[in-house]
């Protein structure tokens, strides 16, 4: 019998290291979100143990919406609760497949509605000005300064930026290739990005690793592996040294991206494949977005 204690809990046993092995093979999960299901997982076995179910087998789709119920009472937001809800779905999903339980009670769990709400983007005068600020004299200027043009010139995840290979860019005919599981997609990046890495890659690089080696294009400042944290103390504090007062994350730049492009009359597929996106109704949002900000220009630009 397959006791959630032993699952979820602070030892990790066999069954959650197949779990997290079946997500990143089979469903090409990132690190981030192995962890999230991890975390979500944690939470589910927290409730049934209040409620004294310990086994697996004895969770049914009742149990499983009075936790969505119980989630909705204490505050949670609909993304919140579909998140949980994709954790869920994955894990009985798993342990069905593996007969390791009967009967999958996860089946009829439905996400809540959520509203989409456009995301925030940066003016491309905005986008000019933070790109200028990381100082080029120093080895860690000319680092931030290739990362900041390449997330901008490609629309890559921070994630996907900080993993980059030596091997994943070519920098002579100007395109990075990114992997996630089984899916492979090539994009290509302008002069701007390609004239920031080759002065990175001209001397900075080597100074930062330390005579080290490493298989990142991209490193802290002690030669190893950057972290999302890393990068994010890196955005934020160019965004206020360049005086941008909107709300600035590691996803700003994708997203400015992506609406910078489709204003521009891109493509919206060749957005999509760029972007990654598995669902053409993810990128929609651009041009939506792109179209609802038209539509206030015109009702309020007193020179329209």
């Known amino acids: 019998m397959i006791k959630f204690r032993g699952i979820i809990g602070v030892d990790t046993e066999m069954e959650v290291q197949s779990f997290i092995t079946y997500l990143e093979e089979e469903k090409g999960a990132s690190k981030n979100t192995i962890l999230s299901y991890k975390r979500d997982l944690q939470k589910l ?71 989409k709400k456009f995301p925030e983007i940066l003016t491309i005068q905005e986008t000019d000005t933070l790109l200028e600020q990381p100082d080029s004299k120093t080895a860690k200027g000319l680092r931030d300064k290739a990362m900041l043009e390449l997330l901008y010139a490609t629309g890559i995840r921070v994630s996907e930026l900080i993993g980059l290979k030596i091997s994943d860019v070519n920098v002579k005919l100007g395109y990075i290739v990114c992997s996630a599981g089984d899916k492979e997609r090539v994009i290509p990046f302008g002069t701007k990005a390609k004239s920031a890495l080759t002065a990175y890659l001209k001397t900075a690089r080597a100074e930062l690793l330390h005579d080290n080696e490493s298989e990142f294009m991209f490193t802290n400042c002690s030669g190893k592996e950057m972290s999302r944290q890393g990068f994010w103390k890196l955005i934020k504090y160019y965004g206020e040294k360049a005086g941008i007062k909107s709300e600035l994350t590691p996803h700003t730049l994708r997203h400015s991206f992506a609406a910078h492009m489709v204003e521009n009359g891109a493509d919206l597929r060749a957005v999509q494949e760029m972007m990654g996106h598995s669902d053409i109704s993810t990128t929609q949002i651009y041009l939506n977005m792109n179209s609802r900000l038209r539509d206030v220009y015109v009702k309020a630009h007193p020179r329209k």
Request: with cysteine; glycine share 4%.
């Open 45 to 115: 076995c927290e409730y049934l143990e209040k409620q004294g179910i310990t086994d697996a087998v004895r969770v049914t789709d009742t149990t499983l919406n009075s936790y969505m119920l119980f989630l909705e009472k204490n505050g949670s937001a609909p993304s919140s609760i579909s998140r949980n809800i994709a954790s869920i779905k994955a894990f009985f999903g798993y342990l069905f497949q593996s007969r390791l339980i009967n009967d999958n009670p996860a089946l009829r769990l439905k996400a809540p509605k959520i509203e």
